[in-house]
């Protein structure tokens, strides 16, 4: 690699979920990032959504403090309104050249205060909230919008179309307004490229047989999101466009513009099925007495705990699932409804509703293959990113990869794991350059001590509508006012905008201000930005407080204003006086030992040991058995049909060949101690592995145990197959689970392309001469969700219906006249995979649906069995005396997960699969900083998932292992060591591991690095000699005396 | 207006009547048999008194000085005191303790040099007293852990009392000792005889066989001045056995150190005033953490010392009257006679 | 009737932050009513419990002299609950006060004398009083002449400095100041020496070698040095004759002063200390700060050395 | 009872002797009749003096932790100290809790055949003086002015004793054997059982009456090994957790949480119960929580050196029905 004078540059196109995901993970890796984003504002599409499955989080909630922390960050430059022209040169040294369009807002200048927007006399359709409604020709995006910059839309100005007005130049305070800016190029110099740009609904015109935009209340999945939406054109309620009453029977219609060959989409949306129960369940929350159906063909809720959210919808929210697919829709005249007309049990049906929402799917546009043609990468037949089974995140072009729906419509978890996957990628491209220097300059202290009269300032958040709607926030920002200590309370209107933080800022500087309290939605997504606020104010971070005046008062007091207006006054007093009594807390720093330890030699585990070790950071890789490759050593090939031996093959190579890789195969975690950035962990060797260690690799010196100093850990230990006990199997000969199948067929089809019928004897021991010969079997059946999705495993496998599909396929292709019968559920071949099981159908695959309660019997004679199947469309018993009963079993997780979860500290899921800290956007990371989840461990996937999870935990782990040093928690607990008495209970209760005696005094002690504040000891503690930082006992009691 | 102190007679079938008589005017106290003679509690009928009794568990201190009394009440929110309690608790009816021990009697006469001398006065304290006449009884049958005439005390102490009571054969001998004593017997004089030379010889007699029945353990005098040597060895070990908790001083009827602390509710405060024990660890630690008694020994001994060497030179009274309480109910039997006795054996 | 628990509401008029590390504060009060400014008669070495409602009440000596018309200076140290809510008070809020209690300085045995104060850190508060009541125009004739020796650990901690400065400058009084650690603006008059020992050994935690401490003639003149106030006193070596010493500091001040003036030939029936005891009532009732048979609110503050020889040694 | 007191004194004098020991804690003879005390022995004290009858009440464990503060060396000698059943299972309380190190202590067990309640007795004496005590085997003699009255211990034994299920001290290094009554330890205790059997509001009616007799003197406190906190609860003033005052709410608060933090700890000795001057039954209420905690976990306190107390543990099968919603 070339020298360059320059640190880690990469450039992120796209500004969305993926995008900023991408440009978090590098610019916490010392990476400076190129953000282009086209639209005026980051966020993307998650930033329009109401909420997200299967947590019902809000969306913008739980997204808004990435933006925030994007908008801030020094090491990510946001370029907003702005397009790649030219990539010229190849990795490491891309020469790229932006073009950035006029705002007609100096983004400098302009502090987002919004009177521009009251002003401005022209209205235009509101792109944010789908032109449900109007927002201002001056304005910002959406209230949360980064950068909460104001733009002018040219096309509507009246001083652009008649040279006149410049109203909003006239109320301009900052002078921020500039009619005369052009647009602008920028040209850039980037090791790598992200390409993280998002697909686009389907335009359901298209499909006019549904009659949007013919009909009124036929609307879209997205703007159906922005009615549910409290910051939306009906701010929340639930109201149809026609008339603008509550609806009451409600229909979605699933796979609009998506599995249809007819527009030519044949691939599947991958979120839709469950973003329409999503949406079932909270119309339930917004309105009383609804009725809602779900018209689609399968229900693909292949993800964690998403069978379980089916059901919620199904059993709890009035939520009906039809399985068929609706011909057309037209109109009752006189009320505007919409009626469905669709096929089931061979009637034709029709059924009127009061709103109708179609479930749009995803599509590529002519805008994305410019932009593919101008980076120079190839784009596959339904325009998406081309890329491979074993290259998930990689384009054709070396240096620039792909993350999010680009690459094939997905969720959005997976498309935050491969943005941390493809910053991961493009880390390893720059691993030859210095990381960015990030000096971060806080202005010092201001010194508070407990004499200091306080001073407290209150900021009480409209949240747009969400709070004031309910509470009133005039009266709540009055009575504060009176309270003692308080010196300033005032209203926002969005108290996390960027403005507010600036004013905030101002007040304490102003009025002195020693404690502050927000009152707003949660400290859970919003207290970092506030703490943040203060300490860039100079003030300690802890002398704040948070009200959650959203999530605990307006939100469930809806209907009794009055009363929550009292409850909010009480919940900010208690602030107050919680705030009062806060103190400023420090946070210890830790140094961070750089290497890594990877548990697990699988597929995950490999990828994620290379892709620490190719950007220069040691890893121990630990596996328990005598040679790397776990479970993709039993999977010959991929659904797309490729080998899987020789991509194993050459990564293990990899592996073995990598100077900072050591790898340690037959071993076992003894024991883990310590913290992030400091763990030893001990590791054990099995006797017969010891020689294996010895002789063929000559790395590891022959001995029984290992110590490993490491500073994070990945956990990439994979899931086990289920052995099945039903069906005979393991009785009658007949009775194989898919990956015995696949084995078998996998030794057939070389055989068989080497000539015809040569083959005699594929596998004479495993398989006897049950498939002497492949041509001889006549009928092959195989039952789905054998040990999933039943009361033994609740979930989904994910990857079982397409295993089969890929069975079936291959069966096909060897022998074309063996008949094949699927017996499923639903057929969950999401995504790209849908391709496949319409192939399959196409090559005589037969489907055969059955019902969870009717499960396919197998009756087993003398020399066959039969399989009896109640088969639910037609409601007809079918019979099958097939050669092959093959089982699709399912993945369970790993018999140790549990001694692993409790040597890490580490959460498993009700499902036995580790936990991650988020289910939407941190799902590689644990709530314990310092490890990492990839792989089968987390929960069933494919090999391409599995790769971009892997690359996903690598590039998690580099946003420690980059840095020298990190801080520990602020809010720890401590001993008052004059009332501790050294009984030790808190050391046994610590699910930490964080406190000792110390044998000297005989009192407790807290390892603050360990201590993660959840307050156990301090519950426990007789003689209240523990107490928690920032929850001290003193501290809550003057919080209840508020009461 | 009394000159001298007057001798009377009063035969027990009067009693009921002579009671009767006095509740007119005063409301009555004394050791009740319903509560097993626990404290001092207001009685309304003659059979009521429990007159055989020992001592009342509780001393008689908390009916002048109870163990939580509120100094004044306060409004947080408008930063001002309300009333004091001295002004809500009016003690309108005048009361009688009837059936005191002489013991407890005198403790009141030595809680009266803290409280009521003009020093500054405590009104809490000198309203009770001053609308309170103490009746007290004779003991002719003191308890095996009397020890009143080590102390200077006895069965048949007048100190503290406005009156005493000695029970003969078949009549009360009355004695007054006080002008509020007179004034307190004035309705029911014409009950009332004058005691002959027989009856005072009869009490007498009684009085000499109570005093003969209590050992002199040890003499007071001498014991202030061996405690002078504030660093003897025995408080070194005196202690050991002491748990720390406040029975003996809770219990005593002279203890009276006290604590002040703020009680608040939402806006609704008041100080009050409670007992407090120099037993407790707590009882001097400074706001530093400095703590001028850190251990048990350091207490014990200003227990011994507050009442046997600093009363006496502060206010010339022994403050101990021998009634035994802290004798009968320490947790660990540590007997304050033992402890005299090894004191005075020191050397 | 006067009912000595019941505080009298003041009103803080003025709060003035005394040290750097901003946990001693002075507070000036001034009485609601005027009747009971009247009653409010005292003499310095008195002290007062201030009261907060809801809070509790704590005893404070009392900083400003008779001598000052209309208001009164508490200085407190930032301890404990009560004084932790005094210092977060505001100017103009109402507080109680009760008062004044304990024993003066023997102000009268002093007229006619010498007298030398001897303070250290935040305990400079009633010898302040002492002070500003010995200045006053009209009772500085009764006595003769005045030295003031005030010690703190750095310059940061010295009380107030306005008028320490003032005394510096003031004909008629010698005041040596002295740190045990100045900074870089801090000018000893006098030059270290590493040959004298301290007379108490250096906080430990500091640890090394202190830089070390004047020796040769007695300091005839005030000024501003470096060094602790034993050592000062050794070296300020004032005449015990005609002179009555009052002295108010820290424990360990105290233990190595004593016998530095003792051996400057000082009697103990000449030398004043004022003591801090846990309180409550203030009043000789609540019998919890007794030394002996002495209580600290009623007997004390002041005693006199001769006098706390006789009593045990439990404060 | 001679017999025992014999050997105590004889295996004390030769830990003297043998230089094991520098100070033993026994009991000597009380003051007062039906009682003893704690004594303190040191070499040169009279060992002789050591008692051992029906009357020897004090839990002595208490005073481990206050003369031998969180001391976890070696160097010193152990503390020698003679223990009944129930002043074992406190010491294996204050070892499991670390106020003392096994090997600090030489612990004399006596296979304890009950203690005699001092007021059941009195309670029969009509106030009269008692001139002398006698014991036997099986009964207290006790000798009035006008003549002598007998009672058998078995009806007169402390409650604690009456249903004691371990006399037997749990852990010591010389064992006396005494006479152990054949009394039948029942769990739940009856008389507590009786108590839990009631409805809520009359069970706390009956706590409410107890505990309004208290005077916060805090001997049940400072009588239990259990209590060595270094600040309890209840005198703390940051925060002050209770208000100092003896009003019912007060009273109340202190003991509900003094016997919570019993839970799982206390060993049911009686301590409190005979300190209290005001004859609050605060065993009633620890007893009910000792049954509780074996019911449930299936614990008793004092047994063992090595189990887990189940405060100190979690286990996902743990009862949860006292979750319930609020009515």
Not at chain 1, 361 to 374: D, F
Not at chain 1, 436 to 447: G, N
Not at chain 2, 115 to 141: E, G, H, M, W
């Amino acid at each position: 690699m070339k020298e360059m004078n320059s640190h880690k540059k990469v450039m992120v196109i796209g500004g969305g979920i993926a995008g900023v995901q991408a440009a978090l993970d590098l610019a916490d890796s010392g990476v400076e990032v190129y953000l282009i984003e086209r639209s005026p504002s980051i966020g993307g599409r998650m930033a329009q959504l109401d909420k997200t499955f299967p947590t019902n989080d809000c969306s913008l909630c739980i997204l808004s403090p990435k933006l925030v922390e994007a908008g801030n960050h020094p090491c990510i430059n946001i370029i907003t309104n702005a397009t790649v022209e030219k990539v010229k040169g190849d990795a490491p040294h891309f020469k790229v050249k932006i073009k950035k369009e006029p705002r007609y807002v100096d983004e400098a200048k302009c502090t987002g205060c919004g009177i521009c927007m009251a002003k401005c006399p022209v209205k235009i359709p509101d792109t944010y909230n789908m032109g449900l409604c109007d927002t201002k020709c001056i304005h910002i995006p959406f209230p949360q919008a980064v950068p909460a910059v104001a733009l002018i839309d040219k096309d509507h100005c009246i001083y652009f179309r008649r040279g006149k007005c410049r109203i909003c130049e006239k109320f301009c305070e900052p002078k921020a307004i500039d009619f005369n800016q052009k647009e602008k190029y920028i040209d850039l110099e980037v090791g790598s490229i992200i390409l993280a740009v998002g697909l686009t609904e389907f335009d359901a015109v298209l499909k006019d047989e549904y009659g949007y935009k013919i009909y009124p209340n036929v609307v879209t999945s997205m703007e159906f999101e922005r009615i549910l939406s409290a910051s939306g054109p009906t701010q929340g309620h639930v109201l149809r466009p026609s008339d603008a009453k509550e609806p009451k029977r409600i229909a979605f219609i699933q796979c609009v513009g998506s599995r249809d060959t007819q527009i030519g989409n044949e691939y599947c949306s991958a979120f839709c099925c469950m973003q329409a129960a999503k949406d079932a369940i909270i119309i339930t929350e917004h309105l009383s007495d609804v009725e809602i159906s779900v018209f689609g063909m399968d229900i693909r809720a292949y993800g964690k705990d998403f069978d379980k959210f089916i059901e919620r919808a199904e059993n709890e929210h009035n939520t009906r699932f039809v399985r068929v697919r609706v011909s057309s829709v037209d109109v009752d005249p006189v009320n505007d409804n919409p009626i469905v007309h669709y096929e089931e049990d061979g009637h034709v049906r029709k059924e009127a509703f009061d709103l109708l929402i179609l479930s749009v799917g995803l599509r590529s546009t002519p805008q994305l293959r410019r932009l593919s043609a101008k980076l120079g990468i190839k784009l596959d037949e339904s325009g998406f990113v081309h890329t491979t089974p074993f290259a998930p995140i990689s384009t054709s072009r070396p240096g620039i990869f792909v993350c999010g729906t680009f690459s094939g419509p997905k969720d959005i978890p997976e498309s935050v794991i491969e943005a941390s996957g493809a910053a991961g990628s493009a880390g390893v491209i720059l691993s030859g350059f210095p990381n960015k220097e990030i000096v971060v300059e806080y202005p010092s202290e201001i010194p508070i001590n407990d004499g200091d009269r306080p001073k407290v300032g209150v900021f009480v958040c409209h949240c747009g509508i969400n709070i004031a709607a309910t509470v009133n926030v005039k009266q709540v920002v009055e009575y504060i006012a009176t309270l003692p200590y308080v010196v300033h309370s005032q209203a926002m209107l969005f108290a996390c905008s960027q403005d507010a933080q600036k004013l905030i800022t101002e007040k304490i500087h102003e009025l002195g201000l020693n404690r502050v309290v927000v009152a707003a939605c949660t400290p859970r997504t919003h207290e970092p930005l506030f703490q943040e606020t203060l300490k860039k104010s100079g003030l300690n971070p802890y002398l704040f407080e948070f009200a959650n005046i959203r999530d605990q008062c307006s939100w469930v007091h809806q209907k009794e204003p009055e009363k929550a207006t009292e409850k909010a006054k009480d919940l900010v007093k208690m602030a107050v006086f919680k705030v009062i009594n806060l103190e400023p807390l420090s946070k210890m720093r830790l140094s961070i030992n750089k290497n890594s330890l990877v548990i697990g030699g699988g597929l995950a585990g490999v990828t994620a040991a290379l892709g620490l070790a190719e950007q220069g950071y040691h890893v121990d890789l630990v596996e328990k058995e005598s040679e790397l490759g776990g479970n993709l050593r039993h999977i010959p090939y991929t659904l797309e049909g490729e080998k899987t031996g020789p991509f194993l093959k050459s990564l293990i190579e990899r592996v073995n060949a990598h100077p900072l890789i050591a790898v340690n195969c037959g071993a076992e975690i003894e024991e883990i101690n310590g913290f992030i950035g400091d763990y030893k962990t001990t590791i054990k060797f099995n006797t017969n592995s010891q020689k294996y260690q010895y002789s063929e690799l000559g790395m590891i010196e022959p001995k029984e145990r290992k110590q490993i100093e490491h500073g994070i850990i990945i956990v990439a230990t994979g899931a086990q197959e289920y052995q099945p006990t039903e069906y005979f199997y393991g009785e009658d000969k007949k009775v194989i689970t898919q990956r015995e199948l696949e084995k078998i067929l996998a030794q057939v089809n070389p055989l068989r392309q080497a000539g015809p019928r040569k083959l005699k004897v594929a596998n004479g021991k495993q398989s006897d001469n049950l498939i002497a010969d492949i041509d001889h079997l006549s009928s092959v059946v195989m039952i789905q969700c054998v040990g999933s999705r039943d009361d033994k495993n609740q979930y989904c496998s994910r990857v079982c219906c397409s295993t089969a599909v890929k069975n079936a396929l291959m069966l096909k292709q060897l022998a074309p006249r063996v008949k094949v019968f699927i017996l499923y559920r639903d057929v969950r071949t999401y995504g790209m995979k849908e391709l496949y099981y319409k192939k399959a159908r196409e090559s005589g695959v037969i489907f055969i649906q059955y019902d969870k309660d009717e499960k396919p019997e197998v009756i087993r004679n003398e020399n066959s069995l039969c399989v009896e199947v109640k088969e639910k469309i037609m409601n007809k018993t079918l019979q099958f005396t097939p050669d092959l009963l093959v089982l699709s079993t399912g993945i369970i997780p790993n018999s140790d997960n549990k001694f692993l979860s409790q040597t890490l500290k580490v959460p498993l899921g009700t499902d036995g699969f580790f936990l991650e800290a988020h289910v939407k956007l941190r799902p590689v990371d644990f709530a314990t900083d310092g490890v990492f989840v990839c792989g089968l461990a987390h929960y069933p996937k494919d090999i391409s998932e599995t790769i971009a999870q892997a690359k996903a935990a690598a590039s998690r782990a580099l946003t420690v292992l980059s840095k020298d040093e990190i801080e520990a928690e602020g809010k720890v607990a401590y001993i008052n060591e004059t009332r501790c008495s050294g009984c030790g209970l808190c050391v046994d209760i610590c699910a930490y591991r964080a406190i000792e005696l110390d044998p000297e005094k005989n009192i407790a002690v807290v390892n603050e690095a360990l201590c993660k504040g959840c307050g156990t000891c301090a519950a426990s503690c007789r003689s209240s000699a523990i107490n928690l930082k920032g929850f001290k006992d003193e501290q809550i009691l003057a919080t209840l005396a508020a009461i | 207006m009394l000159k001298e102190k007057r001798n009377l007679m009063l035969y027990k079938q009067d009693f009921e009547k002579f009671f009767r008589l006095l509740s007119e005017t005063f409301t009555i106290f004394g050791p009740s048999k319903t509560d097993g003679s626990r404290s001092f509690t207001k009685i309304d009928a003659s059979d009521e008194i429990a007159f055989d009794y020992e001592n009342t568990k509780m001393s008689l201190k908390e009916f002048f000085f109870p163990q939580t009394e509120t100094l004044f009440f306060f409004d947080t929110e408008k930063n001002e005191v309300k009333q004091t309690d001295v002004e809500t608790n009016k003690h309108d009816k005048q009361n009688i303790l009837f059936g005191v021990r002489p013991c407890d009697a005198m403790s009141i006469s030595f809680l009266d040099k803290v409280f009521n001398a003009n020093n500054p006065q405590d009104l809490y304290y000198t309203r009770r007293r001053k609308s309170t006449r103490i009746v007290s009884f004779a003991c002719t049958n003191p308890a095996s852990t009397c020890f009143c005439t080590s102390v200077g005390c006895g069965p048949d102490s007048e100190t503290g009392a406005d009156i005493i009571f000695f029970e003969l054969n078949g009549r009360y001998f009355i004695k007054t000792v006080t002008p509020e004593g007179e004034k307190t017997i004035k309705s029911a004089e014409k009950l009332l005889n004058p005691a002959t030379k027989n009856d005072i010889e009869e009490k007498v007699h009684l009085m000499k066989t109570a005093n003969s029945n209590l050992k002199k353990i040890f003499d007071s005098g001498n014991l202030q001045k061996k405690l002078d040597n504030f660093n003897a060895p025995y408080w070194g070990k005196l202690h050991r056995k002491c748990l720390g908790c406040g029975i003996c001083t809770y219990l005593c009827p002279t203890c009276h150190c006290f604590d002040i602390t703020d009680e608040v509710i939402k806006s609704n405060g008041r100080r009050i005033r409670t007992w407090d024990s120099c037993m407790f660890s707590l009882f001097t630690l400074h706001a530093s953490g400095h703590n001028p008694r850190p251990t048990q020994k350091e207490r014990m001994r200003q227990r011994i010392m507050h009442k046997f060497n600093y009363a006496p030179k502060y206010y010339g009274k022994t403050f101990c009257v021998g009634c035994g309480r802290c004798v009968i109910y320490c947790p660990v039997n540590m007997d304050i006679r033992d402890v005299m006795k090894e004191i005075m054996e020191e050397r | 009737m006067n009912n000595p628990y019941v505080p009298m509401p003041v009103r803080i008029s003025d709060i003035i932050t005394e040290n750097e590390a901003r946990d001693i504060k002075t507070f000036k009060l001034i009485f609601e009513n005027k009747e009971d400014e009247k009653k409010f008669s005292f003499l310095p070495g008195q002290f007062a419990e201030l009261s907060i409602l809801g809070f509790g009440e704590c005893p404070i000596g009392i900083a400003s002299s008779p001598t000052e018309d209309g208001f009164l200076l508490f200085t407190v140290k930032r301890a404990g609950v009560v004084t932790t809510r005094l210092h977060r008070a505001e100017i103009g809020e109402t507080i109680g006060i009760r008062g004044p209690l304990g024993n003066t300085y023997p102000i009268q045995d002093m007229e006619g004398h010498n007298v030398l104060i001897i303070g250290g850190g935040f305990a400079f508060t009633t010898l302040r009083s002492t002070i500003k009541y010995i200045l006053e125009k009209r009772n500085r004739g009764s006595f003769k002449d005045l030295t003031v020796i005030y010690g703190a650990r750095n310059p940061g901690e010295l009380i107030y400095k306005d008028e320490l400065w003032q005394w510096e400058k003031q004909s008629g009084m010698k005041t040596y100041i002295t740190v045990d650690k100045g900074d870089k603006n801090w000018n000893p008059l006098t030059l270290p020496s590493p040959r004298c020992p301290p007379p108490y050994p250096p906080p430990t935690s500091g640890g090394g070698q202190r830089r070390g401490y004047y020796v040769g003639e007695g300091l005839k003149e005030g000024g501003r040095y470096e060094g602790f106030v034993p050592t000062i006193l050794k070296e300020v070596a004032p005449s015990p004759k005609d002179t009555i010493a009052l002295i108010c500091g820290p424990p360990i001040m105290i233990k190595f002063t004593l016998p530095i003036l003792t051996n400057l030939g000082f009697v103990p029936e000449s030398i004043f200390l004022s003591l801090e005891m846990r309180m409550k009532c203030g009043i000789g009732k609540c019998g919890r700060c007794n030394i002996g048979h002495k209580y600290v609110c009623k007997d004390g503050p002041v005693f006199a050395y001769a006098e706390l020889q006789r009593l045990p040694n439990e404060y | 009872m001679r017999q025992i007191e014999y050997e105590i004194i004889n295996t004390v004098e030769k830990l003297f002797a043998d230089k094991k020991i520098d100070i033993f804690i026994g009991y000597k003879k009380g003051t007062l009749s039906l009682q003893t005390s704690p004594y303190f022995l040191s070499e040169q004290d009279d060992v002789r003096k050591l008692v051992w009858n029906s009357f020897c009440s004090n839990n002595l464990a208490v005073f481990i932790p206050r003369i031998i503060p969180n001391s976890k060396s070696k160097e010193s000698k152990p503390v020698g100290i003679l223990c009944k059943g129930c002043d074992s299972r406190s010491l294996v309380g204050l070892i499991k809790e670390k106020q003392i190190n096994r090997d600090n202590l030489f612990i004399i067990g006596i296979s304890c055949p009950g203690i005699v309640d001092r007021r059941k007795i009195l309670s029969r004496l009509d106030g009269k003086e008692i001139i002398g005590i006698d014991e036997d085997a099986d009964s207290i003699v006790v000798k009035l002015k006008d003549g002598e009255k007998r009672f058998e211990k078995e009806e007169y034994l402390c409650e604690s004793c009456l249903n004691c299920a371990h006399p037997t001290p749990s852990i010591y290094d010389v064992l006396i054997r005494g006479a152990v009554y054949s009394l039948q330890a029942i769990t739940p205790d009856p008389i507590t059982k009786d108590f839990s059997s009631k409805p809520r509001e009359e069970r706390w009616k009956i706590f409410e009456t107890e505990v309004s007799k208290c005077i916060r003197c805090y001997a049940c406190r400072d009588a239990c090994p259990n209590c060595y906190c270094k600040e309890c609860f209840a005198e703390q003033t940051k925060p002050q957790w209770l208000g100092v005052s003896k009003g019912l709410s007060e009273v109340i608060f202190y003991h509900i949480v003094r016997i919570l933090h019993q839970a799982g700890r206390c060993v049911d000795c009686g301590a409190c119960v005979r300190a209290c001057p005001m004859d609050i039954n605060l065993r009633l209420f620890t007893r009910v929580m000792v049954d509780e905690v074996k019911e449930r976990f299936g614990y008793e306190p004092g047994i063992s050196l090595k189990d887990t107390p189940p405060l100190a543990t979690f286990s996902a099968d743990d009862k949860q029905e006292f979750m319930t919603e609020p009515e």
